[in-house]
């Protein structure tokens, strides 16, 4: 039998072909910690790249491999493979107990590698893989057929009898050219598997999927493959589309809280990586970065509260908020400077006289706006750059005073208590934001939520800022991917923030002269740009944007969200979201045509899918018997083009 290999124990002498690709670039670090935790169990390194390294990545992949392959960004994973197999050369294969093809689509190692090995050295087979995926019928590639059970490519073993032989060879030299990622997928992973175990040689799978009920389970039952010392984590969880996420209920923030308990893999790591390539929003609903904090601090009183030099940095237009400002300014648990910016000599000795009967406040610096354009965005950028652009402070709270003039009061004091309670609601709440920034130094800005409670900022709070803000971001250098309809902003620009975090806005010298003059304070100016460029600014400088609230405002921004949604939902012939996004997006595309204008064939297939869901889930049975008819309905009622969201992810 082809899988006639003896355990050798720790001595298995392995090579490992590890393939890299970044349009930048650029390895971060969590490719070298990976590598130097694989390295006690391999003998050879061979690094492969799809494209150039940058100089430092270059040199990093040349110190911690043996070997440094640099290609053509041509065949994906598979023309990786093959060349580094090459570069061993097919007859020295046999050198090698075991020889691992890897990539760098995971995090990891979560838990010790010795575990993997040591089982997997247990087991007799010729090939085997940490993950797999299950059988798909049909497959989602072609429509039809079945999509064979199989390893996931981003980490295989091959052991000697195998690779000796000429089917190995032949499989390698004789592969099809790999155009793109579903040749990748259907030429070369899905058929691997099922092409070596036709020919008797014998696979296995660290991660049992038969312990599983989801076709993937290290990406869609992360948290109990996490929680079960899987030892990697996709990084496609953090930035797919959260749509996917939903509909198949992948439960990632679990999956972190899992790690957080019980191991000691370095999550800073992953931010420091994944930040380059995410939609900021599409990573906060991923990873569910937002903190509902509690009043009381979850330490304890008798903890530590050394968080440096910190400052509340406030823009005072109207003085007569100014106690109302200072009362929650004093939830601050520690010592901090109060600097304050003002628009008159006047209202200058008002603030000063007011902090200096206050507690708590180490330094007081007031200063008098040279002009009064850009309001306070302005006054922080220019005002007060020289206090900020340095690390003099290592946390600072941006505040002023909000009216809303523009809108009806009720609805200005509501918006002004979401920044201002989200920010500062008790001491015990002020200490764990404190805490918060001191246990993760990947967090850079803190900011309420998205406001939403009669403002129309869902789904289209860009408004005629985005022009401006890419603009902003060209002349900056700020290289983020911006999200398509709803930043992630500091709304009303109150936040929480790390200097260093925005050190590029505020290295820019600004202009009185670029901020549009009162009270032409419009969307499209620089004042309204900044505002939405705060978050990307921080996820460029390599940090992270964690919404926090208080639980009274949680309640109350949540109940409102859930009925505006469902209101929405119900007037939808299917509660399914999925569905509910294709269909919105394909009315979107025609333009938004009137009810009467909508084709017979689009109402039918509504129809059609509605019956269908509820079937579904309310009838199991009959759904599956009824199945075949739904699909001939379907068929007839299909819209020409409609997105897969339910295909294979790697």
Known sequence: MPHGFGCEGMGMRRAA????????????????????????????????????????????ARSAADEVVIRENTGFDVGAYSDGLKFIGYDKLGDFDEILLLNHTFYGPLFPFSEMFSEMESRDCDFWGISGHKEMVPSPFAGQGSLPSHLNSHFIAVRRAMLISHAFRNYWESMPTIRNYTDSVVIHETR?????????????IYIESSAFTSKYPVFIEIDEAV??????????????????????????PRALRVLQETSDYDLNLVWRNVLRSSELRNLNTNAALMSVLPDKRAKGDGAAADYGNVAVCAHVYYTDMLDEMLALTENIPVSYDFIATTDTSEKKAEIEAALAKRPG?????????????????????ISLR??????RYDLVCRLHTKKSPQVQSSRGNLFKRHMLENLLNTRGYVHNVLDMFQSNPSVGLAIPPIFHISYPTMGHSWFANRPKVEEIARLLKINVKFDESTPVAAYGTMFWFRPRALRKLFEHRWKWEEFNAEPDHLDGGLAHALERLIAYAAQDA?????????AHQAAH???????????????????????????LSEWKKAGYPSANTLSVRHSLAGLNFAVKNSLKFRAPVLFKILRPIHRGMASLFKPKSRRNYGQRIS
């Open 17 to 60: 072909i590890f393939f890299f690709y970044d349009e930048d670039g650029l390895a971060d670090e969590y490719i070298f910690f990976l590598l130097g935790k694989l390295r006690p169990f391999v003998e050879t390194i061979i690094f492969v790249s799809n494209g150039n390294l940058s100089k430092s990545s270059e040199m990093s």
């Open 192 to 204: 691997f598997t099922e092409f070596f175990e036709n020919l008797l040689y014998k696979s296995s």
């Open 227 to 252: 929680a079960g010392r899987a030892p990697i984590l996709k990084r496609r969880l953090f930035f797919n589309d959260p749509i996917f996420l939903e509909q198949n209920g992948i439960d990632l």
């Open 361 to 381: 406040i180490k330094q007081t610096i007031v200063r008098v706006i040279e002009k009064n354009r850009g309001r306070d965005m302005s006054s922080l950028f």
């Open 386 to 391: 020289d206090l900020l652009i340095d690390d």
């Open 542 to 550: 390599g940090y992270t944007t964690q919404h926090i609230m208080c």
């Open 557 to 583: 921004n949540y109940t409102m969200l859930e009925f505006k949604l469902q209101k929405l939902a119900s007037l939808m012939p299917s509660g399914d979201f999925q569905w509910q996004c294709h269909m």
